[in-house]
């Protein structure tokens, strides 16, 4: 099986989709694109003109949760959704509120639309609060049972919240100390450290 990732340097989504393949030890490439083939040549990969995609063995899926549901039930080794039903629902809701109340709103394509007259640092001292405000809201409902945002071990919970964190920094949000210390105990822990992508914007 040949699997082909499309990526671009500071995508959340893409990283997203990386830390789980490397965590999972799944062999694949990886193809950079910029931000010019977004809007031109990448369109024949992928129609809606975001990153990631991933192909297997030329057919080619789209949105960072459907392709690492896919890698999940494709691909042996540790699950990240956890072992049990009522666990699974926990994780899925946690990525689907930071893919779809955190990080939508924030994106940059979306922000472009919908406030145009802002100059870039404006956009980003924008995008950087309204992911801490989001947080401050998920915060009460994770890391309930363990130093992990869901259950007792990794999950893909763990990488949404761990990914969208990283972005509120790079758009120069302040520390937020719970999630440094969410962040620093997964890099703590060797496997899943060595995992995550190191690229920044």
Not at 11 to 25: D, F, H, I, Q
Not at 45 to 69: K, R, W
Not at 156 to 182: T, V
Request: proline residues 4%; aromatic residues 10%; glycine residues 4%.
């Amino acid at each position: 099986m040949e699997l082909v990732l499309y990526s671009a340097a500071g995508s959340n989504s893409s990283e997203r989709v990386e830390w789980a393949l490397n965590y999972k030890g799944i062999s694949y490439n990886r193809v950079e694109v910029t931000s010019q083939e977004l809007q031109t040549s990448y369109l024949a990969i992928n129609p809606f003109g975001y990153v990631p995609s991933l192909s297997v063995d030329g057919v080619v899926l789209s949105e960072s949760m459907a392709i690492i549901e896919y890698i999940e039930e494709a691909f042996d080794g540790r699950t990240l959704l956890g072992n049990e039903p009522l666990v699974r629902a926990d994780v899925r809701r946690v990525c689907e509120f930071v893919n779809s109340t955190i990080h939508s709103p924030q994106n940059r394509t979306v922000l472009r639309f919908f406030r145009p007259e802002l100059e870039e640092d404006s956009k980003r001292a924008l995008r950087g609060e309204w992911i801490t405000r989001s947080l401050d809201k998920l915060r009460p409902s994770i890391c309930l049972d363990s130093r992990f945002a869901i259950g007792r071990q990794f999950t893909l919970a763990d990488i949404f919240i761990a990914s969208i964190y990283k972005k509120a920094l790079q758009h120069g949000s302040a520390p937020i100390s719970f999630y440094d210390s969410h962040l620093n105990n997964l890099r703590g822990i060797e496997r899943i450290a060595n995992a995550e992508p190191t690229r920044l914007d």
